[in-house]
């Protein structure tokens, strides 16, 4: 059976599977009246459980506010994590920034879900796949017209100043037929990354709904993720672990990078061979110009320290003949080295994160943009040299 209850910005479904009885409460997690009905729900309800959309990531950051004081953005780098990190910021950015033109905070809701079930000494699940594994899965499992797709709206998030009103917000959460029609303009424009971001979590919060403790169960979950949670608690689907995996790297990818290292150094020594020494070395010379010029320009546009686009011409045209590590990784440890974060960057991320101008401001911001940046740039110079030396063959 399913019980359903609108109401203002917050939508309630009431199922009965088996011997449980599970509410769901899908909210606005900017909405400062998702806040109160959470709590209304939880005293009306007097549920055995309470499940929460966070992972064990999230839930922490959002229970320890000093969080970002323990980031150690070197190694973070060095592990290759800098641009799953920058998304994640990006993505807190966005919620943020709404939040505050609504004057409340991101995940108010699910703060209050949290402390009450504390406060009644009840379980609390976790019941979102964790955010690290999402982020991970959305790229490898996304084409390169994908990609393209993602970075361009990460880039347009960083930009755009719009506000958003409480109006807009409360238009879109009473206005099933809205919200449903951009879920499938998303499922249309990028399939793959829907699947992950959306489909596959609301497979794997309603079987951890399911799986909780108790006769009845809470749960505060997106409403976004409201109707497709209940599809498949209600159906009998077969659950894949392996949702909760993130893919190996596809060898397709890798031997596209080996092959152009390889197609890039038989372009040179087809310049040594059948050209001469003077224009191998006329070919090398071009290489050295131009992936460094595209690559120190990029570090200066997002104004690294001198020594790191100095060093951006010196690293670019070595590191883009290698396709495991990238210009991006070396220069962003070159300028976290060169200016390191102060206790002030730790302390104002959450604010700078929400600005334009934080991005260059907060030290570990600008570290992560000049990893994104000058990783493009890099690639720029790569594409636009292998035409330029190639052309010296004739």
């Known amino acids: 059976m399913d019980k359903s ?32 009905d959470v709590r209304e729900a939880i005293e009306e309800y007097k549920p055995d459980s309470i499940a929460v959309e966070l992972c064990q990531s999230r839930f922490d950051s959002l229970k320890d506010k000093n969080r970002w004081e323990n980031l150690d953005i070197i190694k973070v780098i060095k592990q290759g994590q800098g641009f799953l990190l920058f998304t994640s910021m990006i993505l807190s950015s966005f919620q943020k920034r709404i939040g505050l033109d609504l004057g409340t905070n991101p995940g108010e809701e699910m703060i209050t879900a949290i402390q009450m079930a504390e406060e009644k000494n009840l379980p609390i699940i976790l019941a979102d796949r964790d955010i690290n594994t ?57 399939p793959s990354v829907k699947k992950v971001l959306i489909d596959e979590r609301d ?30 608690i209600e159906s009998n689907y077969d659950y894949d672990p392996s949702i909760e995996t993130v893919p190996a790297k596809k060898g397709k990818t890798s031997l596209i990078g080996w092959l152009l290292t390889i197609l890039i150094l038989g372009i040179f020594a087809a310049g040594f061979f ?5 224009v191998g070395i006329e070919m090398l010379k071009y290489w050295v110009l131009i992936s460094g010029f595209c690559c120190s320009v990029s570090a200066l546009l997002v104004m690294a320290h001198p020594l790191t686009i100095l060093s951006a011409w010196l690293i670019a045209p070595i590191t883009t003949l290698n396709p495991v590590i990238g210009a991006g990784m070396f220069l962003s440890i070159i300028e976290a080295v060169l200016r390191k974060p102060k206790v002030a960057d730790f302390e104002n991320i959450s604010e700078d994160v929400t600005k334009f101008k934080g991005f260059f401001k907060n030290r570990i911001l600008r570290i992560l943009v000049i990893f994104i940046v000058t990783s493009i740039g890099a690639s720029i110079g790569t594409f636009i040299g292998i035409p330029w030396i190639t052309s010296l063959l004739k």
């Not at 709206?153 to 807009?168: C, G, N, P």
């Not at 794997?204 to 979950?221: D, M, Q, R, S, T």
Request: charged share 35%; proline share 1%.
């Open 5 to 36: 209850i609108d109401q203002n910005q917050t939508s309630k479904r009431i199922l009965k599977i088996n011997d449980k009885e599970i509410i769901l409460i899908g909210t606005a997690h900017v909405s400062d009246r998702s806040v109160k």
């Open 134 to 190: 999402t982020l991970k899965r959305a790229w490898a499992l996304s084409k390169f017209k994908d990609k393209i797709k993602i970075i361009d709206l990460i880039i347009e998030s960083i930009f755009t100043r719009e506000k958003v009103t409480e109006e807009e917000v409360k238009d879109l959460l009473e206005n099933n037929d809205l919200l449903s029609s951009m879920m499938d303009e998303f499922s249309q424009q990028l």
């Open 203 to 232: 497979t794997f919060i309603a079987e951890k709904i399911k799986n909780a403790n108790g006769k009845k169960i809470l749960a505060v979950v997106g409403k976004g993720h409201l109707d497709g949670i209940v599809k498949k």
């Open 274 to 278: 059948t050209k001469g020494p003077k």
